[in-house]
């Protein structure tokens, strides 16, 4: 499920349906595997609206860059 989050993220035109088939082989259900796409998805859309706004992190998350 990592490696599949990962290359989601890092090459998403690199995922083809056996990426999926590796994941129904490892127990996955058809749903399992929407669910995993939509949260990587969601949290990659996320995370590039608010570096594309310039958001700032909110004061209580310490910044360790």
């Not at 290359?7 to 129904?24: C, E, F, Q, Y």
């Not at 939509?38 to 590039?48: L, M, P, S, T, W």
């Amino acid at each position: 499920m990592l490696e599949y989050v990962e290359k989601l993220t890092v090459t998403p035109w690199d995922v083809s349906g056996g990426d999926v088939n590796l994941l129904r082989e490892a127990g996955f259900t058809d749903r399992d595997v929407l669910d995993i796409c939509e949260v990587a998805a969601y949290y990659a859309y996320v995370n590039r609206i608010a570096d594309g706004l310039g958001v700032k992190l909110e004061t209580w998350i310490a910044d360790e860059s």
